[in-house]
């Protein structure tokens, strides 16, 4: 069968680069996956124009049967998955208006959550020398949290259930008007919370995968940079395409490379 490499949230922005790059350097079918079903095959015709073929599927992270689907789909068309890049995500404008008990709930539900929906679902199938990708950021480093939150993140023996736990903890001292007396960032981050949490679940299951009994298993996480996107409203010094550059290298990285890393600028870095 061939090999597959599957991109979520890839409709545009810097998922969109990424699959971009991917259908050029990767040997294998390429996955491009958007909630938006109309908004993910406009995407496809883009890039058919410029002579790739990557491939549709629709994918919404917050679906647990959209999840499921994507997974059936895999298994039946190619066997299991060669490389997961979890670019899928949200993030409130700065001047938004909304709750930070609102923005807290929304943007972990989706951006931990979700992508957690993922792994568990897709984690499994990931073939021998396979690569997971997980786009965290620069904002969300642990320097954020206060000492003590910092020793529970950065744990070698930290579980995916001791995670959740964590958020679900962050996300209720937020909407109890807690967060500052309990350590968590002031000014309230909840985007760079949502990626630190991607970060820590990459740990997770790096450890998870060198013990699956799979060869060559790698999952690193990794910022794209500042990119000029929606979500950045366009602001930032880089293209998508310049974005795309240190999350495709994770992609292809070959075996013996570092795996549980963050990764900046093509290089590990301190998170």
Same mark, same amino acid.
């Given at each position: 069968?061939?090999?597959?490499?599957?991109?979520?949230?890839?409709?545009?922005?810097?998922?969109?680069?990424?699959? %971009? %790059?991917?259908?050029?350097?990767?040997?294998?079918?390429?996955? $491009?996956?958007?909630?938006?079903?109309?908004? *993910?095959?406009?995407?496809?015709?883009?890039?058919?124009?410029?002579? #790739?073929?990557?491939?549709?599927?629709? $994918?919404? #992270?917050?679906?647990?049967?959209?999840?499921?689907?994507?997974?059936?789909?895999?298994?039946?068309?190619?066997?299991?998955?060669?490389?997961?890049?979890?670019?899928? *995500?949200?993030?409130?404008?700065?001047?938004?208006?909304? @709750?930070?008990?609102?923005?807290?709930?929304?943007?972990? %539900?989706?951006?931990?959550?979700?992508?957690?929906?993922?792994?568990?679902?897709?984690?499994?199938?990931?073939?021998?020398?396979?690569?997971?990708?997980?786009?965290?950021?620069? !904002?969300?480093?642990?320097?954020? #949290?206060q000492p003590h939150l910092q020793k529970k993140f950065a744990?070698?023996?930290?579980?995916?259930?001791?995670?959740?736990? $964590?958020?679900?903890?962050?996300?209720?001292?937020?909407?109890?008007?807690? /967060?500052?007396?309990?350590?968590?960032?002031?000014?309230?981050?909840? /985007?760079?919370?949502?990626? #630190?949490?991607?970060?820590? $679940?990459?740990?997770?299951?790096?450890?998870?995968?060198?013990?699956?009994?799979?060869?060559?298993?790698?999952?690193?996480?990794?910022? @794209?940079?500042? !990119?000029?996107?929606?979500?950045?409203?366009?602001?930032?010094?880089?293209?998508?395409?310049?974005?795309?550059?240190?999350?495709? /290298?994770?992609?292809?990285?070959?075996?013996?490379?570092?795996?549980?890393?963050?990764? %900046?600028?093509?290089?590990?870095?301190?998170?």
């Open positions: 069968m061939a090999r597959v490499a599957v991109v979520t949230g890839a409709n545009k922005g810097i998922g969109f680069a990424i699959v %971009r %790059r991917l259908c050029k350097d990767f040997d294998g079918d390429v996955i $491009l996956t958007a909630r938006d079903a109309d908004r *993910g095959k406009a995407a496809c015709k883009e890039l058919e124009s410029e002579g #790739l073929r990557p491939r549709f599927h629709q $994918l919404d #992270l917050d679906d647990v049967a959209s999840v499921s689907q994507l997974k059936l789909f895999l298994e039946k068309t190619y066997g299991g998955l060669d490389v997961l890049v979890n670019n899928a *995500g949200i993030a409130y404008k700065s001047k938004s208006t909304a @709750p930070e008990s609102e923005q807290a709930e929304v943007t972990i %539900r989706v951006n931990y959550f979700g992508t957690l929906n993922v792994c568990k679902a897709l984690l499994p199938i990931i073939n021998p020398h396979g690569r997971v990708v997980n786009l965290g950021s620069f !904002v969300g480093k642990l320097s954020i #949290l744990s070698d023996s930290l579980t995916e259930d001791e995670l959740t736990g $964590l958020m679900n903890k962050f996300v209720q001292d937020v909407k109890d008007n807690r /967060y500052g007396e309990e350590g968590w960032p002031v000014p309230f981050k909840g /985007y760079g919370m949502s990626k #630190l949490s991607i970060t820590a $679940l990459t740990k997770v299951h790096a450890r998870q995968m060198a013990t699956c009994g799979k060869e060559d298993i790698l999952v690193n996480s990794c910022c @794209p940079g500042w !990119v000029k996107t929606d979500m950045s409203s366009h602001s930032g010094p880089l293209s998508p395409d310049e974005g795309a550059e240190t999350p495709v /290298y994770c992609a292809l990285l070959p075996p013996g490379s570092p795996t549980g890393e963050f990764f %900046r600028k093509k290089a590990v870095a301190e998170w």
